[in-house]
């Protein structure tokens, strides 16, 4: 593989395949700076889905679930067909041109004008298009590197050179360490769904709380909270369409918070001086405590059970100790910035 990577004009110099803990990745074989290439190679070595492509393989796929695209391919901005497309494609433009003059006595203006409208709606609809889709990758040896959501890590096609490289922004790898990028910021759901496995203190992790009126209110109660009855339809967060909300590691977000800040607001008794977003971050936080307790005991099975069990049942139980961990945040993070006079 190697003698081909190489024949296939492929560049990794500080990178080779090791084994970490049973899960293969790339090791450097130097130390790494920051912005350094980790992995070059032309578009050529790579197996491409650009927009403008049809299933190439109908009775092994069908044309829908290819448009579909394959999610767990590495994706970018459609960068444009590269600049050797667009030259075979003025060549043939040129040769068309000078046919239809010298054989078919089309008057030169009209073959100018055809050309030049030609190669405009063909800029201008690939401009169009690299604004609003994404090409799909299968990338090797990038393929081979392992991911960690901490690390902030490009990948970039250069147009002239017709390559993509990968470079890590944000950390240097010392010789012998795993080289890792990231897949983008994703939480566990996906990186369970797409990737199949689940990613420990991940910093994009988030819980969602399914009917977050319900339980925002199940939990202001719990702390002795007093709300007016909602009219049933009438909660500021069921009328919404997605009624869920979501929890992260810094607390609920943006939506989620402004949804219990809007059901909590008749809560009495109003304790003097906190704010209604305050009062909203220590019902958030109760309502943490609540999933965790839905959640019941998460730690990860010890001794020799985990070689006994499936990879199924160790990636479903390291999900949920990551979920719990998530809520463990939050609510720490809530009841931190409840103490903050701006929250
Ligand atoms: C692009 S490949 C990376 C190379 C892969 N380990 C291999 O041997 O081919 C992505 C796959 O690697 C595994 N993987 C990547 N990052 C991981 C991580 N942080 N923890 C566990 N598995 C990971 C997952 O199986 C994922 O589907």
Request: hydrophobic share 45%.
């Amino acid at each position: 593989m190697e003698v081909w990577a190489v024949e296939a004009g492929i560049s990794a110099p500080h990178l080779r395949v090791a084994d970490f803990g049973g899960l293969r990745g790339m090791a450097a074989t130097a130390d790494i700076e920051a912005g350094e290439p980790l992995v070059s190679l032309p578009i050529g070595a790579a197996l491409l889905v650009t927009p403008k492509q049809r299933c190439p393989f109908p009775d092994f796929c069908s044309p829908a679930f290819y448009a579909s695209k394959p999610c767990r391919a590495f994706s970018g901005p459609y960068g444009g067909p590269p600049w050797r497309s667009r030259a075979k494609l003025a060549a043939a433009l040129v040769a068309g041109g000078v046919g239809s003059v010298t054989a078919l006595h089309v008057p030169l203006e009209q073959v100018l004008n055809g050309a030049v409208a030609a190669a405009l709606f063909n800029l201008i609809y690939d401009y169009l298009l690299s604004q609003r889709v994404k090409w799909y990758s299968m990338v090797p040896w990038l393929d081979l590197i392992n991911h960690r959501g901490t690390v902030e890590s490009t990948v970039e096609y250069e147009y002239f050179r017709d390559r993509f490289v990968a470079s890590t922004t944000s950390r240097r790898f010392r010789k012998g360490e795993q080289v890792l990028i990231s897949y983008g910021p994703q939480s566990n759901d996906s990186l369970l769904q797409f990737y199949g496995f689940v990613e420990a203190g991940n910093p994009h992790d988030a819980y969602r709380v399914p009917d977050l009126a319900a339980r925002a209110r199940a939990a202001a109660a719990s702390m002795g909270l007093k709300l007016q009855a909602a009219p049933s339809g009438a909660s500021s967060i069921g009328s919404a369409p997605d009624t869920a909300g979501t929890l992260t590691r810094g607390g609920p977000d943006e939506h989620t918070l402004a949804a219990i800040t809007a059901e909590v607001a008749s809560a009495r008794p109003s304790a003097d001086g906190v704010t209604a977003v305050q009062r909203a971050l220590e019902v958030a936080a109760a309502l943490c405590d609540a999933e965790l307790d839905v959640l019941g005991p998460v730690d990860r099975p010890r001794g020799a059970a985990p070689q006994l069990q499936s990879a199924r049942a160790a990636a479903a139980a390291a999900f949920r100790h990551e979920k719990a961990a998530v809520l463990q945040d939050c609510a720490r993070a809530c009841r931190q910035r409840a103490k903050r006079k701006t929250p």
